[in-house]
């Protein structure tokens, strides 16, 4: 859901940036390999049966190239400053 979400709000950059005259390449990065994998490949199978359509938007835009999307491990998330209490070592990492 968060990957979708990030997905989402990248594109309505894009498109405000693209009236105003502007083309930026947009890298997504997420630490989960199985919403990359479901992202990048059609996969259906009785573990997927649940997952939503927001899967399927991402991969549209995927696919259209709108996008790119690759790992980053958790170690090294930047956005990890902003959703989690890290501990000492990883703060005194990103201060």
Same mark, same amino acid.
């Given at each position: 859901?968060?990957?979708?979400?990030?997905?989402?709000?990248?594109?309505?950059?894009?498109?405000?940036?693209?009236?105003?005259?502007?083309?930026?390449?947009?890298?997504?990065?997420?630490?989960?390999?199985?919403?990359?994998?479901?992202?990048?490949?059609?996969?259906?199978?009785?573990?997927?049966?649940?997952?939503?359509?927001?899967?399927?938007?991402? %991969?549209?835009?995927?696919?259209?190239?709108?996008?790119?999307?690759?790992?980053?491990?958790?170690? %090294?998330?930047?956005?990890d400053i902003m959703t989690k209490g890290l501990p000492f070592v990883l703060h005194q990492r990103y201060t």
């Amino acid at each position: 859901m968060a990957l979708a979400t990030s997905a989402r709000q990248a594109l309505w950059y894009i498109n405000g940036l693209s009236q105003l005259g502007f083309t930026i390449p947009v890298k997504l990065k997420a630490d989960n390999t199985s919403s990359i994998n479901i992202s990048k490949n059609l996969i259906n199978n009785l573990k997927t049966k649940h997952i939503d359509v927001s899967s399927y938007f991402t %991969r549209e835009y995927l696919i259209c190239k709108s996008f790119t999307l690759s790992y980053v491990p958790t170690g %090294r998330n930047l956005a990890d400053i902003m959703t989690k209490g890290l501990p000492f070592v990883l703060h005194q990492r990103y201060t």
